[in-house]
């Protein structure tokens, strides 16, 4: 079954433009997207078939469609999901601590992608599991995933650009000083390594705004913003300055509070791909890291 990916009037912006400048300008359809629609799927103009070097007129309705997605070779393993947004294009969901995003050799399967592939097919959808912010195992909270390639395109712009903003909430061992501030330090693997990260001067670029929202002289709960996304990039700042999260045992923090890392994914905003209305999501510390809060901040 073909989707349809973008329905739209032209106007007099798009007058005298050609159909190919207006999809990969104005709609961020990208050359990849346009091969599958003239060659699996249908580009119509006013419900005929259309080549994409054809002038618009105003009035003009377009529609592109693609063809139905191969399924993906993900075993469907049916799951609880806290599901806390979802529609044509996104699927935004709470993910538990100790939970594995994506198979792996060591974690083949019980993973949120195998749930996600399962929930497709329970609605009768082909799609492929997309994922647009990952999140380690033993971190929570909320995260996207794009139901098309389209959305996940205009997503990682938003992410490249910066205007897709992720806040985090977490509990580091001492006090912070000074209470605010932004971590500028290159992150690349540790020597020997090829799961720890370290900050070194040939790593890549990263940068983490922080905020501590109450401390004690033992532990701070923090508020930290990714101004890039490199892997375990919040874990590697904070130990860098110090003042390893709670519970990351990989990066010198202490399990005798809690048997995690005390880091979750606590809010996103940004304007959807689609319709450019602000879309903002907040989602409440899991229990664990409230009690933490509750009993020593």
Known sequence: MEEVLLRFTAGDEEEGRTLREVLQNAHGVSRRLLVKAKYGGEIRINGQMAYVSQRLHK????????PAEQAEHIEPQEMPLAIRYEDDDLLILAKPAGLVV??????PSGTLANGVIAYYLGKGESRRFRPVNRLDKDTSGLMII???QWAHEQCARMQ???TLRRTYQAIAHGRLAPAEGTIDAPIGLADGSIIERTVRPDGQPARTRYRVLAQTAEMSWVELQLETGRTH????????LGHPLLGDDLYGGSRELIGRQALHAAALSFAHPRTGQPLALTEPLPEDMARLVSRFL
């Open 102 to 107: 994506h198979p792996t050799r060591t974690h």
């Open 160 to 162: 490249k650009e910066r």
């Open 59 to 66: 009035g003009d309705v377009v529609t592109v469609t693609l």
């Open 233 to 240: 990039q919040i874990r590697v700042h904070l130990r860098h």
């Open 146 to 148: 794009a139901k098309n």
